[in-house]
């Protein structure tokens, strides 16, 4: 599989909202596989399908950042938030938004039912840092983003830098380096009907 490309805000994938997986075919591996490759590439600790323009439920994530620490690397199909408890502030930041940074307040832990590249389904408890990830890339299959959930003086930090990003985005579209909106939406309609 080539390399995958991780889009920036504000590419249509990041909200379109993801289809369940159907089948974990060698297809939805290799995209896994892939795209852990994409997430220790750029330092993330976590990234989501509609992140690489993939329209589906899937997420990989290693809060450590580190391909050495293997064990904590995670791959989930299909999660759902059954349980979240407590509540608390913490600095995010954004593959698909590169160079910001905000204060996102978060459940301090949940609990998440997904299945991994077996087809098992499994029972993950986070808390802390790898709460947060979770919530942060199930959030992406909602096409939901972090920019969404800042609060007020956050979204205010941030409203020069989105806005640099959408201009940004925009002049690259015009330069035909990006296909324009309706051809990425036809794309991404095309992909989520085609399993
Ligand atoms: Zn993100």
């Not at 994938?13 to 297809?27: H, Q």
């Not at 408890?85 to 954004?94: A, H, L, P, Q, R």
């Not at 993950?124 to 920019?147: C, N, P, S, T």
Request: net charge neutral; glycine share 8%.
């Amino acid at each position: 599989m080539e390399k995958l490309k991780i889009v920036e805000y504000p590419h249509p994938a990041l909200r379109y909202k993801a289809r369940p997986v159907l089948t974990i075919d060698k297809s939805v591996r290799l995209q896994a596989g892939a795209m852990l490759e994409a997430m220790y590439a750029n330092r993330g600790l976590g990234l989501a399908a509609p992140q690489v323009a993939y329209p589906f439920q899937l997420l990989v994530m290693n809060p450590t950042a580190d391909p050495e620490h293997r064990d904590q690397e995670r791959v989930c199909i299909n999660p759902v938030i059954v349980d979240r408890k407590g509540s608390v502030e913490g600095e995010e930041g954004c593959l698909s938004f590169p160079g910001l940074y905000g204060k996102v307040r978060r459940a301090r832990s949940v609990k998440v039912t997904a299945y991994d590249l077996n087809g098992r389904e499994v029972e993950i408890d986070a808390v802390d840092l790898g709460a947060r990830v979770l919530q942060h890339e199930i959030d992406h299959l909602k096409g939901e983003l972090f920019i969404d959930k800042m609060g007020f003086w956050a979204k205010r930090g941030a409203r020069d830098a989105v806005e640099e990003f959408e201009r940004k985005y925009r002049k690259a579209q015009e330069r035909g380096e990006i296909p324009p909106d309706v051809e990425i939406e036809k794309t991404l309609v095309s992909l989520a009907g085609a399993s």
